[in-house]
């Protein structure tokens, strides 16, 4: 599908998409709201908002714990949208998805409740410097706490992963490889499916945070074989505070609670307890499970219009919005001439990003400017604050041409002083 067909398809569903969209039709500081922080967080579709609702208006109850049909509807529910997430990601048994608070909670439990059990002196855990801080400081820690080494695979100046790097640390004594399929700072698509395949020449496991990939659809853990997969629902449509850690069967197997209580016993004894299957013995305590039935109805929606429609229309967006920054003087798009999704990064020249920030604000426009939680990465770019653009397929390009617009009125503006 090209750019044209897909522009085709999305102008005709673009208003029934920004309908499904409630928040988006809103002023704000007297200028439509131009909404470009979904690196951050999503917005929800009428369907999402309308199911939670449904949900605590009829049928809310604990799940499994029940034998009331409140509880049965709740526990139904839930496991729905279990299986709707193992379809989503190409996982043939609902059995290895977990529910997690977010993908911070996903890739600490792999790091601490996976890794750690294998880690000691004389072997290494490898990440990027592409990480956010929840795919990076989690095994920087387990590493210290264990004597493993922590080995951070460094960007190229042309801003691709420096693949060579890899290749030179991968042997057996390596843990696990945890790596972004996309970057949140610079939009920067990782290799995954290489990294994959050259990690798995000696046995060693890769978790991936596809935080920034997931609403994309290409996430498909059969094709990429990966060990474990991490990602959030506010950032795929869904409610905040519920994520998804799929692992194999395997590696679930073997993995340690960091949480212990009700819903994941087997036994309890005085003296000794026994553990449930997974996911069960993963996910302690009351589940968000009006998070979960939420996640799985965002899914659904998002496989309604398509996930090869999304990403088409996303990556068309990216780079309309990277040529019309890269082009506004004083701009500088920041990542280097790489493939890019969903996300852009700039800095201005003698502007710092927090005023750009909060001037396009002023604006109606919804950016983030900061440190994105990856201070590596931003150091071995140069700065400590930069200012993000993330559209997401609700986005139009009469937007980015207003962004534009804006950006020129605010560094002229801001020139002159
Ligand atoms: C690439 C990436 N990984 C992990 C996270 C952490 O997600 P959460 O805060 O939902 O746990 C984010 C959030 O911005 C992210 O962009």
Known sequence: MDGKDIEGRVDRMQAQIRNDFPILEQKINNNPLIYFDNGATTQMPNCVLECLNRHYMQDNANVHRGIHTLSERSTCAMEDARKTVADFIGCDDPMQIIFTRGATDSLNQVAFGYAAQYMQKGRKVIVTEFEHHSNFVPWQQAAKRTGAEFVVIPMREDGRLDIEALERELDESVVIVSVTAISNVTGTV????????????????????????????????????????????????????????????????????????????????????????????????????????????????????????????????????????????????????????????????????????????????????GNHCAQPMLRRLGYDSVIRFSPAFYNTKEEIEVIGDRMEKIISFLKKW
């Open 190 to 369: 990782l290799p995954v499916r290489e990294i994959i395949q050259k990690a798995h020449q000696y046995n060693v496991p890769v978790c991936v945070d596809a935080s920034q990939a997931i609403r994309h659809g290409q996430m498909n853990v059969r094709e990429l074989d990966c060990d474990f997969l991490a990602f959030s629902g506010h950032k795929t449509m869904g409610p905040a505070g519920i994520g998804v850690l799929y692992g194999k069967k395997e590696r679930l197997d073997v993995m340690e609670p960091l949480w212990y209580g009700g819903g994941m016993v087997d036994v309890v004894g005085n003296e000794d307890t026994s553990f449930t299957t997974i996911p069960y013995r993963l996910e302690a305590g009351t589940p968000n499970y009006p998070g979960a039935i939420g996640l799985g109805q965002a899914l659904h929606y998002l496989q309604e219009i398509g996930t090869k429609e999304i990403a088409a229309w996303e990556k068309e967006l990216t780079d309309t919005l990277e040529q019309r920054l890269s082009e506004q003087k004083y701009v500088h798009v920041l990542g280097g001439n790489v493939e890019k999704q969903s996300v852009i990064s700039v800095v201005v020249d003698g502007i710092h990003p927090y005023d750009m920030a909060s001037f396009l604000n002023k604006y109606g426009i919804a950016v983030r400017s």
